[in-house]
């Protein structure tokens, strides 16, 4: 009963941008550290960034550090990735993950993941 779903994703060319959401039901999001993740066709999942509980906290990928912006809106239960400038390389399928801790905020460390969202990055 716990589901967190993401949508946004779509076909990009490079250098523009995408918002993506991720939307919790059967849970208060408010509860949970959220992290974004990403896995490209033949590549680990690999994390994108992640937002503590209030959203005072956030943290990035070094390959997407001034590019991305990740924001929570705990009203609405739901949170956001905002993608600008984006590559070839930023091709992949998107997840959101909940778990309890910052220190836990890692591909192997979340309680809760969605099924995905697709990221199409080509001109």
């Known amino acids: 009963q716990l589901q967190l779903v993401e949508s946004g994703g779509g076909l990009v060319q490079p250098g523009g941008s995408l918002r993506l959401s991720c939307a919790a039901s059967g849970f208060t999001l408010d509860y949970y550290v959220i992290g974004w993740f990403r896995q490209a066709p033949g590549k680990e999942r690999e994390g994108v960034s992640c937002?503590?509980?209030?959203?005072?906290?956030?943290n990035y990928a070094d390959a997407v550090k001034g590019r991305f912006t990740i924001s929570r809106d705990n009203a609405k239960n739901t949170v956001y990735l905002q993608m600008n400038s984006l590559k070839p390389e930023d091709t992949a399928v998107y997840y959101c993950a909940a778990t309890r801790y910052v220190s836990t905020c890692r591909t192997g460390g979340m309680d809760y993941w969605g099924k995905g969202t697709l990221v199409t990055v080509s001109s």
């Open positions: 937002i503590s509980r209030s959203g005072g906290s956030t």
